[in-house]
Structures are given as structure tokens and as C-alpha cells.
């Protein structure tokens, strides 16, 4: 299975301020018959089911604040916000869908300072 | 508007089953790849199993946790995808929500159904 591996476990940002969470994959999760990279990143705040930010590693899903941005390739991810806002308090985790089975990032929680 | 609703969740004693559902609409369920992922109180997400669309196979995938013991259906008729549970334990208590895929990643959630394993 592809282990996935997020840091830092827990971060706290002044509003206004970068945001910045990254993910290691165990193995390369690029796609090589569309050169895309297969890993998402979620939001999920307390209570709530989890949200899909981004997709094929640098894509924003629709209606997704384009404060909100990912980078990386191969094994190493990278997840920003680039002006943190107050409603942004949340879990963010990355899951790879190269192969099954499908598996996450253990989650960085993400305060303001 | 695109709707997921798990239903079926529960207290279970260890040992014993259960079936959750997860009725759908607002998009087109028949061509849809359809996934669990379970979140134990406190803890991170983990992937439970993926049924594939009829037209492509309708095969199925699990994770080594639940291989064998959960089994993942759908009825296209009714707009439904199931997840059947046996020789549950306490280990898999946690919140189970169905979501349906975009190319591997989870597009859409439900907003998830307990399942408590004790005695």
C-alpha cells in the first residue's frame, strides 16, 4: 500500500498569513498515461463531512477560494493557503488514488495564531 | 443538487453485522464509482472499499482491514450503494460516509452514519 505522510501534524497561522501543509507519498503517484498526478486534498472542519479542495494534485474543484492552492509532483506535495482566512480553521488531508487501496495522509490541523 | 444520505447505522455488539445504505441523487448514479471511508472518533480518514460502475465491471476493491468481512453492492434501480458488515469489532466503530468519485478522488460526501461496535 502507498503510505501517505503529512506534515506538520499541526500549525497555527495569523490570519492574513501563509499557510503552508505538505504530503509525502511512499511511491511515485504520477500517472504516467495522462502525466497527471493522483492526489487530493480535503478540508474537513469539526462536525462535517470532508470537503474536496483539489484534485489531480494542483486542480481546484469548483467554487474552491482560489487562496487555496496545490503543487508538487511524484512523491512530494504541497498544499497552500496563501492568505489564511477565519473560516479556513479546519483538518486538511491528502489521499492518493494512483492505486488501491485508496489511502490518506493522517491529517494536519490547521489553528490561527 | 447532488445528495448522499447514509442511512443504518448503529449500536452493534462485537461479533455481529450490519448494513448501512446510502441513497443518492442529483447526478448520474449508474455511471458513478462509488466509495466508504470510515472515520474512527478522533482520528483520521480511512478507506473502506469501492464498488466500480456496471459498465465497468462493477468490481470491487477493500481495504486489508475489512477485506472478507465487508462487502460493498449497489442497486442501480434504486439509486443506492450498500456496505455489508460482519464479524464487526470494536476497532471499526468510527463514522462511515459514502462518497461518489471523481477519477479516484471523492468528490461528493454524505454526511455519515455512526456505527458503534460494543457490548
Known amino acids: 500500500d502507498i503510505v501517505m505522510t503529512q506534515s506538520p501534524d499541526s500549525l497555527a497561522v495569523s490570519l492574513g498569513e501563509r499557510a503552508t501543509i505538505n504530503c509525502q507519498s511512499s511511491?511515485?503517484?504520477?500517472?504516467?498515461?495522462?502525466?497527471?498526478?493522483?492526489l487530493a486534498w480535503y478540508q474537513q472542519k469539526p462536525g462535517q463531512p470532508p470537503k474536496l479542495l483539489i484534485y489531480w494534485a494542483s486542480t481546484r474543484e469548483s467554487g474552491v477560494p482560489d487562496r487555496f492552492s496545490g503543487s508538487g509532483s511524484g512523491t512530494d506535495f504541497t498544499l497552500t493557503i496563501s492568505s489564511l482566512q477565519a473560516e479556513d480553521v479546519a483538518v486538511y488531508s491528502c489521499q492518493q488514488y494512483y492505486s488501491g487501496p485508496y489511502t490518506f495522509g493522517q491529517g494536519t490541523k490547521l489553528e490561527i495564531k | 443538487e447532488v445528495q448522499l444520505v447514509e442511512s443504518g447505522g448503529g449500536l452493534v455488539k462485537p461479533g455481529g453485522s450490519l448494513r448501512l445504505s446510502c441513497a443518492a441523487s442529483?447526478?448520474?448514479?449508474?455511471?458513478?464509482?462509488m466509495s466508504w471511508v470510515r472515520q474512527a472518533p478522533g482520528k483520521g480518514l480511512e478507506w473502506v472499499g469501492r464498488?466500480?460502475?456496471?459498465?465497468?465491471?462493477?468490481?470491487?476493491d477493500y481495504a486489508a482491514p475489512v477485506k472478507g468481512r465487508f462487502t460493498v453492492s449497489r442497486d442501480d434501480s434504486k439509486n443506492t450503494l450498500y456496505l455489508q458488515m460482519s464479524s464487526l469489532q470494536s476497532e471499526d466503530t468510527a463514522v462511515y460516509y459514502c462518497?461518489?468519485?471523481?477519477?479516484?478522488?471523492?468528490?461528493?460526501w454524505g454526511q455519515g452514519t455512526l456505527v458503534t461496535v460494543s457490548s
Open positions: 464498488i466500480k460502475s456496471k459498465s465497468n465491471g462493477g468490481t470491487t
Open positions: 511511491q511515485s503517484v504520477l500517472y504516467s498515461s495522462n502525466n497527471k498526478n493522483s
Open positions: 462518497s461518489a468519485e471523481y477519477y479516484g478522488s471523492l468528490k461528493y
Open positions: 442529483g447526478f448520474t448514479f449508474t455511471s458513478a464509482w
